[in-house]
């Protein structure tokens, strides 16, 4: 069994993977970014729930990187900042995640380089797993040290239909699309009706950009942050 570093993994689209791979012998699970916070019974791994990732944990790591591994990762802090700053609104809008200044995210973008590394040789990690394609940030962090350190990585990504998936061991494999535009063929004339309607299941559990709008505008006025900090 490979000892396994997983992210995600636990919302409606693959709840049974884990699980499976676990009961099988396939895998033996040593850290588990997980959306929700509680631990389930099967999991004996150190599970963290990723939220605490965006909103400027407070990490204490014990190992420090070689520097060799800063010098492949900084290339994209960029992409880290960009990926990272949807978490300003959609977690934890507090008046500290909303004033938080760039400087902020390029400390978070190094602290979460060390703890990772931290993760990945406290456990001896031998494959890491994704239940999607990196897209929040530190989970970018997270693939680009596997990679640098020659861990191999799966990545899932959730088809429209139930327990299907597109799985790639590099975010290359998906294809280059800034340089390469995809063929759209003709449309192909099928009428599949209307009478039976599968229901849905894909991002059931995500908010909806209205829905953070309005929690935004509830929470924070500008008359009452003006006679907070007159």
Same mark, same amino acid.
Request: aromatic share 14%; proline share 6%.
């Given at each position: 069994? =490979? =000892?396994?570093?997983?992210?995600?993994?636990?919302?409606?689209?693959?709840?049974?993977?884990?699980? @499976?791979?676990?009961?099988?012998?396939?895998?033996?699970?040593?850290?588990?970014?997980? +959306?929700?916070?509680?631990?389930?019974?099967?999991?004996?791994?150190?599970?963290?729930?990723?939220?605490?990732?965006?909103?400027?944990?407070?990490? /204490?790591?014990?190992?420090?990187?070689?520097?060799?591994?800063?010098?492949?990762?900084?290339?994209?802090?960029?992409?880290?900042?960009?990926?990272?700053?949807? $978490?300003?609104?959609?977690?934890?809008? @507090?008046?500290?995640?909303?004033?938080? /200044?760039?400087?902020?995210?390029?400390?978070?973008?190094?602290?979460?380089?060390?703890?990772?590394?931290?993760?990945?040789?406290?456990?001896?990690?031998? /494959?890491?797993?994704?239940?999607?394609?990196? $897209?929040?940030?530190?989970?970018?962090?997270?693939?680009?040290?596997?990679?640098?350190?020659?861990?191999?990585?799966?990545?899932?990504? +959730?088809?429209?239909?139930?327990?299907?998936?597109?799985?790639?061991? *590099?975010?290359?494999?998906?294809?280059?699309?800034?340089? =390469?535009?995809?063929?759209? @063929?003709?449309?192909?004339?099928?009428?599949?009706?209307?009478?039976? +309607?599968?229901?849905?299941?894909?991002?059931?559990?995500? /908010?909806?950009? *209205?829905? $953070?709008? +309005?929690?935004?505008?509830?929470?924070?006025?500008? @008359?009452?942050?003006?006679?907070?900090?007159?």
């Amino acid at each position: 069994m =490979k =000892k396994t570093f997983a992210w995600g993994f636990d919302n409606k689209c693959n709840p049974k993977v884990l699980p @499976s791979l676990i009961q099988n012998k396939t895998i033996e699970l040593k850290f588990w970014v997980k +959306q929700i916070r509680e631990k389930p019974m099967f999991c004996k791994a150190e599970v963290v729930c990723y939220d605490d990732f965006f909103t400027l944990y407070n990490f /204490q790591p014990s190992t420090p990187p070689p520097v060799e591994l800063f010098k492949k990762l900084e290339p994209h802090l960029l992409d880290f900042l960009l990926m990272n700053a949807r $978490h300003q609104v959609n977690y934890g809008p @507090s008046e500290v995640m909303i004033s938080r /200044q760039i400087m902020d995210d390029v400390n978070h973008f190094y602290r979460l380089v060390h703890y990772f590394y931290e993760k990945l040789t406290k456990y001896e990690i031998e /494959q890491v797993l994704f239940a999607n394609i990196y $897209h929040e940030g530190a989970d970018l962090i997270v693939y680009l040290l596997a990679k640098a350190m020659n861990i191999p990585v799966l990545m899932c990504y +959730q088809s429209l239909f139930p327990n299907r998936f597109f799985c790639v061991s *590099d975010v290359r494999d998906m294809g280059n699309v800034l340089n =390469k535009c995809p063929t759209v @063929s003709s449309p192909a004339g099928i009428d599949i009706g209307t009478l039976v +309607q599968a229901p849905l299941f894909y991002m059931q559990n995500i /908010q909806d950009a *209205d829905w $953070h709008y +309005q929690e935004l505008e509830s929470d924070f006025k500008l @008359s009452d942050q003006i006679k907070k900090h007159k």
